[in-house]
């Protein structure tokens, strides 16, 4: 990978429990060592590994294990596509739904799988 360019867009992709988050800046200014980013972050301006894992990118000045990387056309339609996934479950976990929706909406949702949606005891042996 090549050094980073005033303009360069990055990402840093950051794990919390089971989801993701994106967080995008522009190289707005280079020394001679680092890359200083639009939210203040400085990037040490050479590519290796980030941290124990297989990401090759740029590190974070005085934080080796938070790795950034040049923004792609797929990683932005991933992070477009996560933050839908984000709204989609916040709006549905803001909803108090009645017993009779949930059974409602149970029964669309896997009703039409043909599968029993009756509980039914183990029979002990």
Same mark, same amino acid.
């Not at 992709?13 to 020394?31: A, E, Q, W």
């Not at 050479?46 to 124990?52: A, L, N, P, Q």
């Not at 477009?80 to 949702?109: G, M, P």
């Given at each position: 990978?090549?050094?980073?360019?005033?303009?360069?867009?990055?990402?840093?992709?950051?794990?919390?429990?089971?989801?993701?988050?994106?967080?995008?800046?522009?190289?707005?200014?280079?020394?001679?060592?680092?890359?200083? /980013?639009? &939210?203040?972050?400085?990037? #040490?301006?050479?590519?290796?590994?980030? *941290?124990?894992?297989? $990401?090759?990118?740029?590190?974070?000045?005085?934080?080796?294990?938070?790795?950034?990387?040049?923004?792609?056309?797929?990683?932005?339609?991933?992070?477009?596509?996560?933050?839908?996934?984000?709204?989609?479950?916040?709006?549905?976990?803001?909803?108090? /739904?009645? &017993?009779?929706?949930?059974? #409602?909406?149970?029964?669309?949702?896997? *009703?039409?799988?043909? $599968?029993?949606?009756?509980?039914?005891?183990?029979?002990?042996?």
């Amino acid at each position: 990978m090549r050094k980073l360019m005033v303009g360069d867009q990055v990402v840093r992709k950051t794990y919390i429990g089971n989801t993701s988050s994106y967080l995008f800046s522009d190289v707005v200014r280079l020394t001679s060592k680092r890359a200083i /980013l639009k &939210n203040g972050i400085q990037l #040490i301006n050479e590519c290796h590994r980030i *941290g124990f894992s297989k $990401l090759v990118g740029y590190a974070e000045y005085g934080g080796s294990f938070k790795g950034w990387q040049l923004a792609t056309p797929e990683l932005r339609e991933e992070a477009e596509a996560h933050d839908l996934k984000q709204k989609k479950i916040h709006w549905f976990n803001s909803l108090r /739904l009645t &017993n009779e929706q949930k059974v #409602i909406i149970y029964d669309k949702c896997f *009703g039409y799988l043909g $599968l029993d949606t009756t509980l039914t005891e183990a029979k002990n042996d």
